[in-house]
């Protein structure tokens, strides 16, 4: 394979690994992505689970290194495997990336729908103003067009409308209760202007118990629910990371609502 062919994920991905281990050796960064994991699990009853997922150097460096392509790679393909617009709808033209994090979930959507020939402008919002650098870092490393603002839900999302589709990649899971009810009504009032709507969620409904009463709420207004499942082929830093922390993502999913926004007025 020659340089141009070099695929741009798995770029990144070297390049993510060789920042983290001009700084941390690899059993730091194992050690990091374990702690990570066992948050993630174990971790969200004590509440503000991002800016946890945050601190120190071996969580910060295995969110961006590890968990954040692992997003990414779920986000593509779940598109990719999403019917395309009915007869009123449109391919997205801007992304409202929410909780952007460093930038997976938004570029995972955007790198399929550029492979559709329709490469929408991401707006990246995190309430974490440490991610922002590393978000447009990542869209910047993946060739997508982007712009970043700190802010938090729901007040971040404006007022969208036809042509923009929200993105939710593990988000929602992150806000508390009252949070994440403000954040569902506001989302609510942006479908109902035309909005589109992609919200990713873990397999798991322990995380997300919520997650069936949103499904069923949402259906009545053209939102479909996806349980998605595939073997996705990893990049070869992460196939090691994967083995070395006593891990095991051969099989990648996430649970999706997904709704393409109405046509902007010609």
Request: hydrophobic content about 45%; proline content about 8%.
């Amino acid at each position: 394979m020659s340089a141009t062919d070099v695929d741009p994920v798995e770029a990144w991905v070297e390049a993510l690994y060789a920042e983290a281990l001009a700084d941390l050796r690899w059993p730091e960064l194992r050690k990091g992505v374990q702690a990570l994991s066992a948050l993630y699990v174990h971790g969200r009853d004590k509440g503000d689970l991002a800016p946890r997922a945050a601190e120190g150097r071996g969580k910060a460096a295995a969110f961006r290194c590890f968990f954040a392509p692992l997003h990414l790679l779920v986000a593509r393909a779940l598109v990719a495997s999403l019917p395309g617009p009915g007869p009123e709808e449109a391919l997205p033209r801007q992304l409202l990336d929410l909780g952007c994090g460093s930038g997976a979930a938004g570029a995972g959507v955007g790198l399929q729908l550029a492979a559709w020939g329709s490469a929408p402008e991401i707006d990246g919002v995190d309430r974490v103003a440490e991610h922002l650098p590393y978000a447009r870092r990542t869209y910047a490393a993946l060739g997508l067009r982007a712009k970043l603002r700190s802010g938090s839900l729901p007040g971040a999302l404006g007022q969208p409308g036809p042509g923009q589709l929200l993105v939710l990649g593990w988000s929602l899971n992150e806000l508390d209760p009252a949070g994440r009810i403000a954040t569902v009504a506001a989302l609510r009032r942006a479908l109902d202007r035309g909005a589109g709507l992609l919200l990713l969620e873990p397999l798991s409904t322990k995380i997300s118990p919520w997650w069936p009463e949103l499904a069923d709420a949402l259906a009545e207004i053209g939102v479909s629910e996806h349980l998605f499942k595939e073997r996705i082929p990893l990049p070869e830093k992460l196939r090691d990371m994967d083995k070395s922390a006593g891990l095991d993502h051969q099989l990648l999913g996430c649970r999706a609502l997904h709704r393409w926004p109405r046509a902007p007025a010609a």
